[in-house]
């Protein structure tokens, strides 16, 4: 049989306070009572086992203990990595993470955030790449914008589209030094693996790789380029359809690298052998790379660095009058995955 749930008003009753007193107590006001009456108040509710309202006390204290993550897909390494920092910081706090994903859809995320504002969210930390379509980006400013203006925190992790604190991540350098080391192994055929064309960091890690290759006279053609889904999957077919063109290429680079564990996968079925018969190259070092062979060669970002700082700018409570940015460097790792083309 479930057991009924004791009201405020039975508090009051018991306690023979007013309910606007008990209220005031229970539910965070700021409005003061005094020490009898809240020690009275309090008593009686544990003697009672009254759970307060969690939706009362944030609009008592126009706040909750809630921090709200929104990312894409929490499947993806790369954004379970993000929310490792994020929580971590937010249990130091005493704060709960609710966890919201978009699977890429820009009116999934307007809703998302549009939810933890009506819920008082104390802050909100804001993980996946930007697109290129305007008055998406408008739409979802004007929501951030509504969100601050009540009181709550915002902070990105992505590019410096909306008027939030950002961590971004140095896509184009990053890929722009990879460039260079793959033709430094010897390299100069190559294919990209480049995810949707609307997403500004799979564009932005194309443009770095693309810059890195022009640094040593190598063009790369508008037919080794494939675009795919920022998945597995889509880094599967988008090997598919290389291996279906014949490009020639001797190394390919997936602009992350949950694509290039799909193009390994379509190259192995293929009967191809990475790196002997070609090298492949991703890019963000996921944790789950530690388990595949031959190891991935990728550039290493800190990602759940990058969770915690984005989530200590969404909980800094003196936030300086103007957006901060921190720029995250990444790493280029060499391993198994490339090597010397025969």
Same mark, same amino acid.
């Given at each position: 049989? !479930?057991?009924?749930?004791? !009201?405020?008003?039975?508090?009051?009753?018991?306690?023979?306070?007013?309910?606007?007193?008990?209220?005031?107590?229970?539910?965070?006001?700021?409005?003061?009572?005094?020490?009898?009456?809240?020690?009275?108040?309090?008593?009686?509710?544990?003697?009672?086992?009254?759970?307060?309202?969690?939706?009362?006390?944030? @609009?008592?204290?126009?706040?909750?203990?809630?921090?709200?993550?929104?990312?894409?897909?929490?499947?993806?390494?790369?954004?379970?990595?993000?929310?490792?920092?994020?929580?971590?910081?937010?249990?130091?706090?005493?704060?709960?993470?609710?966890?919201?994903?978009?699977?890429?859809?820009?009116?999934?995320?307007?809703?998302?955030?549009?939810?933890?504002?009506?819920?008082?969210?104390?802050?909100?930390?804001?993980?996946?790449?930007?697109?290129?379509?305007?008055? !998406?980006?408008?739409?979802?400013?004007?929501?951030?914008?509504?969100?601050?203006?009540?009181?709550?925190? @915002?902070?990105?992790?992505?590019?410096?589209?909306?008027?939030?604190?950002?961590?971004?991540?140095?896509?184009?350098?990053?890929?722009?030094?990879?460039?260079?080391? @793959?033709?430094?192994?010897?390299?100069?055929?190559?294919?990209?693996?480049?995810?949707?064309?609307? @997403?500004?960091?799979?564009?932005?890690?194309?443009?770095?790789?693309?810059?890195?290759?022009?640094?040593?006279?190598?063009?790369?053609?508008?037919?080794?380029?494939?675009?795919?889904?920022?998945?597995?999957?889509?880094?599967?077919?988008?090997?598919?359809?290389?291996?279906?063109?014949?490009?020639?290429?001797?190394?390919?680079?997936?602009?992350?690298?949950?694509?290039?564990?799909?193009?390994?996968?379509?190259?192995?079925?293929?009967?191809?052998?990475?790196?002997?018969?070609?090298?492949?190259?991703?890019?963000?070092?996921?944790?789950?790379?530690?388990?595949?062979?031959?190891?991935? !060669?990728?550039?290493?970002?800190?990602?759940?660095?990058?969770?915690?700082?984005?989530?200590?700018?969404?909980?800094?409570?003196?936030?300086?009058?103007?957006?901060?940015?921190?720029?995250?460097?990444?790493?280029?790792?060499?391993?198994?995955?490339?090597?010397?083309?025969?």
């Amino acid at each position: 049989m !479930t057991q009924r749930q004791v !009201t405020l008003a039975e508090v009051a009753r018991q306690a023979s306070v007013s309910l606007a007193t008990a209220s005031r107590v229970l539910n965070g006001s700021t409005r003061q009572v005094s020490t009898e009456l809240r020690d009275r108040v309090l008593s009686t509710a544990r003697s009672l086992g009254y759970l307060p309202n969690a939706s009362a006390q944030a @609009l008592a204290r126009n706040s909750s203990v809630l921090v709200g993550l929104v990312v894409h897909d929490i499947a993806d390494p790369y954004f379970s990595s993000i929310a490792a920092g994020v929580t971590r910081v937010a249990e130091e706090n005493g704060l709960i993470v609710v966890l919201g994903t978009t699977n890429r859809d820009p009116g999934r995320e307007l809703a998302l955030l549009s939810t933890l504002r009506a819920h008082r969210a104390r802050a909100i930390v804001l993980a996946g790449t930007r697109t290129t379509d305007r008055n !998406t980006t408008a739409q979802l400013a004007a929501e951030v914008q509504a969100f601050t203006a009540q009181g709550g925190r @915002l902070a990105c992790v992505s590019q410096a589209r909306l008027p939030a604190d950002t961590v971004i991540p140095a896509n184009k350098l990053g890929a722009t030094k990879l460039a260079r080391a @793959l033709v430094e192994q010897g390299h100069r055929r190559f294919a990209v693996l480049a995810g949707p064309a609307e @997403l500004v960091s799979a564009r932005d890690r194309l443009a770095g790789f693309r810059a890195g290759l022009a640094e040593s006279g190598i063009e790369l053609s508008a037919e080794a380029v494939l675009h795919g889904g920022f998945t597995r999957d889509g880094g599967y077919q988008a090997a598919q359809q290389l291996l279906t063109s014949r490009d020639g290429a001797t190394c390919v680079f997936a602009v992350n690298d949950v694509m290039a564990l799909g193009a390994m996968a379509a190259f192995r079925q293929a009967g191809l052998t990475v790196p002997k018969d070609i090298s492949v190259a991703g890019f963000d070092d996921i944790p789950t790379l530690s388990d595949l062979v031959p190891s991935l !060669t990728t550039v290493r970002l800190p990602l759940e660095e990058m969770g915690e700082r984005a989530a200590r700018l969404a909980l800094d409570e003196q936030p300086p009058p103007q957006t901060r940015s921190i720029r995250i460097n990444g790493e280029v790792v060499l391993r198994d995955s490339t090597a010397p083309p025969r």
